[in-house]
């Protein structure tokens, strides 16, 4: 049997080393959505990996490179790491109470843009394998990372590079780029995403802002067309109007139900820490909020953009004016199947000056929650944390998962360094240190029962 | 008789000391919106009248100071000039071909923020004042400067101070902050503005923008209520939905509308100029297009912020959304009558989270077409510019003109250096330096018969 009492001993006395290496990658920016820091990253990613005696490879794509690295172990079993090392955006920059690219330690925290999303997770899985590689002197299966460069934009190019590498990628086990705790410290397990498709509107009406005292009842107006456009959309209910939208949406089986009635209510912290007043549609907490929560597809408005928007009055009447759109998206829809209807719509609502430039997507993607390797998981979680795992059939969010699932037909778990308030995607982000050190724990399990099952 | 000919002269063997002048004021930012440079504006504005002898007081108003001018002349009428040495914000910089701020000249323009709205008008009356007294050896009247710093953030504070300052104001005539030639270099006479109502609405959904994923379906969205709470405003077909939005309007006369069909078309100028492929629904050019451009109450877009704005995707869900928007009013509707009815509409429409910021408004205001200090200026016009004057009984934009009309009673009439390709309120805003020169003379010429009409 693995010794897993001395790799958690190794974990807890090696964790200043991890926390100094995890803050030399946060401090370097990588900031995919506006190209910032991207070979710099990537290198530093590959560095770290071959430090560990990984054979690694810079794979370029059509958009950022790829840094993917393997390790020999003592089977020919495979356990398969997907994270990645690009960034949200860290603006808007005066809300950060430290700056974004210096980690700072802060109340048993670590802020940094990226500590959680998904800096963190990488070292998590760097920091657990050093673990048991120093207590047992080897890895019990290969070892595998994929590592992008391109998650928070959509993940463009992933499909092709997991389609092209497929053989080389083959694993029995597949852990996804987050996980952690929930609000309450118990361990989740994610063994779904919404997909995505992500759209820029836009408007161009003439080449000239103009005076609104001149234009305003004769001058069309980019905004105007942008506001009306949206509004075809999606109505006050929150039902979305594009015709066809909803024709692949399946609803959740009875096991998906079963799993969501289980799962405990988070809807009292969800409104203190966003500052709500209530949910949409007055709906209260409980297995209807978090069945529209993941199993609802939605249509956002994540920005909008157009004329004067400094202080005070200019009386501009705008040429340009645009809208950045996520709709998420439940099994079976499609995004590229979603945007030619979006088109189509926009279109016959008599929209055809607005563009609509598709930014990316995602299809949904799902594990299921009855495979063995998914009982590994939770079992791990339940030594790790000490307390009974929490499983979700489906989450809100979108990834790339669907890409593995269908090219390696691989099962895709979640562990890590994740929680509620992480704040990933907005200012302050963070990662609890406490959470880091179990989550290794956690980690480290996963890799070393890999040995066990064989 | 005065010697018009001399003063013409004067004007053109002085031009480059003028330019000169205007280059130093148009040098010296003064965004009223911004409160940039304003205070060190009124010093040097004040400083320009002290030097031609003015009495010149700086008065404090509960927003950015006025400087009130005056000079004693041959008889006891008065001749009250209005301006503003503020100025529109400069954004977009990267449109602006030289720095707005550095007066450039450039193929017979000077470019600067301000050189047309309305530094350039505050030297030409100047200039036309130095050129009377240096052939004459006095005014022929007494000369009057109003020169305010808010016009350009609707002229919150002007109506107290005329209304305080009534005696001291009271004049035979008054000449407006604009004024020059149409696109083929007519001059033209504005006998009216439109008011014009400036909100910004703005929505808070929570303290903190979430990501889409979570919340695209279970929280409320700034975006999303703003575009709502945007599109019960105005319908598609521009028919503002505002009940009794319209209630006050008064159709135009018939002497309005023979003053409407005798003025030139300008319409194929205005679609190459703002690059547009067609007016609002489907009008073309002539009578009908000058009636819906001046006697038409608007609803515009000045502008729209909210969430993520930056290149690429980041998905967001934003908590704050804005829209600034002016009401363009014609007569006899009242900002604060329209204010009112919009924030019963959005109430009624359910948009009570959606809060209404009052950024300032104006009455519509007119002067009478048959006035003897409107026949002596288009007389002035005819002899300077030796072309037939074009009079427009009303134009798009707005501006404080009835706080002098209703607290004077004073005529209203337009001289100045604009045209239409000024680019007043955009990047590149420029005045054309012959413009400058003719409307000196005109300028001039309108001082010097206040002497004749006695």
């Not at 929930?182 to 997909?195: F, I, K, N, S, W």
């Not at 279109?347 to 563009?355: H, I, L, P, Q, R």
């Amino acid at each position: 049997m693995t010794d897993f009492a001395a790799i958690d001993k190794y974990i807890v006395d090696h964790l200043d080393d991890s926390m100094a290496e995890l803050s030399r990658l946060c401090a370097q920016p990588s900031v995919s959505a506006q190209g910032l820091g991207i070979r710099e990253c990537s290198e530093l990613v590959a560095e770290m990996l071959k430090r560990r005696g990984f054979a690694v490879e810079i794979i370029a794509t059509n958009g950022h490179p790829v840094v993917y690295g393997e390790a020999a172990g003592d089977s020919d079993r495979a356990l398969l790491f997907y994270n990645h090392y690009d960034v949200q955006p860290p603006e808007p920059l005066e809300l950060w109470d430290s700056p974004p690219f210096q980690p700072t330690l802060r109340d048993g925290k670590l802020f940094a843009r990226g500590v959680s999303d998904d800096k963190g997770h990488i070292q998590c899985r760097l920091s657990a394998l050093d673990a048991v590689k120093a207590v047992t002197g080897s890895y019990p299966c290969r070892i595998k990372f994929v590592i992008e460069g391109e998650e928070e934009t959509s993940s463009l190019n992933l499909e092709a590079f997991v389609k092209d590498h497929a053989a080389k990628l083959k694993a029995d086990g597949c852990v996804w780029e987050f996980g952690g705790v929930d609000h309450e410290g118990r361990p989740t397990q994610y063994l779904g995403l919404r997909g995505i498709c992500y759209v820029e509107l836009s408007v161009k009406t003439g080449t000239l802002d103009a005076h609104s005292g001149l234009g305003g009842s004769i001058f069309p107006n980019a905004a105007w067309r942008l506001v009306w456009a949206l509004n075809t959309l999606k109505d006050g209910n929150e039902r979305i109007r594009i015709p066809g939208f909803y024709d692949a949406v399946k609803p959740p089986s009875a096991r998906d139900l079963e799993l969501l009635a289980a799962l405990p209510d988070n809807s009292d912290d969800l409104l203190k820490r966003y500052g709500l007043k209530g949910f949409l549609k007055g709906m209260p907490g409980g297995p209807e909020l978090r069945r529209e929560e993941v199993f609802v597809p939605t249509c956002t408005i994540c920005g909008l953009t157009s004329g004067y928007q400094g202080p005070g009055s200019k009386t501009a009447l705008p040429a340009q004016a645009s809208a950045k759109v996520d709709f998420r998206l439940v099994p079976d829809q499609e995004p590229l199947d979603i945007l030619r209807k979006l088109r189509a719509h926009l279109e016959a609502e008599g929209f055809s000056d607005v563009e609509v430039n598709y930014l990316g997507g995602e299809a949904p993607g799902r594990t299921d929650p009855d495979h063995p390797f998914v009982k590994l998981v939770l079992d791990s979680a339940r030594e790790a944390y000490r307390v009974e795992p929490v499983v979700h059939p489906m989450i809100g969010g979108s990834g790339p998962n669907h890409v593995f699932l269908q090219a390696l037909n691989v099962p895709i778990v979640t562990a890590g360094v994740g929680y509620p308030g992480s704040q990933a995607h907005a200012p302050n982000e963070n990662m609890v240190i406490d959470h880091f050190v179990t989550g290794t724990k956690h980690t480290a399990r996963i890799v070393g029962r890999m040995k066990e099952e064989e």
